[in-house]
């Protein structure tokens, strides 16, 4: 909440950033700390909060519940938006995470996959574009439509999004008390425990 309250310039849009990831978190396999680690990422890319918010659900369901991939993948498409356009190393990077854009429109546009090879070396394949493969994998219809979805109802999704939403009751519980648990932090931190160690080895 507090890293996201950074980038988003405010604690309030960090917050309320982090309610949606929290909500999210919850129907899916994927646990808080990946959905933010993937949120963050995309976000210091210059990815905007909204276009965020869509990406991140578009690679939880092409990574259809694996954590590893959604990351993969998460880090791939920030490079990509860095640099607005995809690169021969991203292609790569994107197929090793089960992903392949050029091959989504290849199909979508009826162009042979060399062609748009040749434009990628180019430069011309965007990163509009490769959103768009993004919209078309995960819509109805798509390959990977409600892939998140499917992977939450597998043993080990419902096992992860039961260990989640303890955790994050755990945490609603822990910002409720924040202001009497910071005082007893602050307190022992203040506190000379040399004594007390010196005490213990004693």
Known sequence: RTNLGTLLGSDERGAAFTKRL???AKHTPYAMNDIASLAKGLIQYNVSEADTEKLMKQVGDIAMGSKSQMSSLGLVLGQVASAGKLQGQDLLQFINAGFNPLAILSEAWGRPMAELKDAMSEGKISFEMVREALNLATQEGGK???????????????????????????????????????????????????????MLGD
């Open 144 to 198: 990977f439509y409600k892939g998140a979805e499917r992977g939450s109802k597998t043993l080990e999704g419902l096992l992860s999004t039961a260990v989640d939403n303890f955790s994050i009751a755990m945490g609603d519980a822990f910002r409720n008390n924040e202001d009497v648990i910071k005082g007893i932090a602050t307190m022992m931190a203040s506190i000379d425990w040399t004594g007390v160690s010196k």
């Open 22 to 24: 929290e909500e999210y």
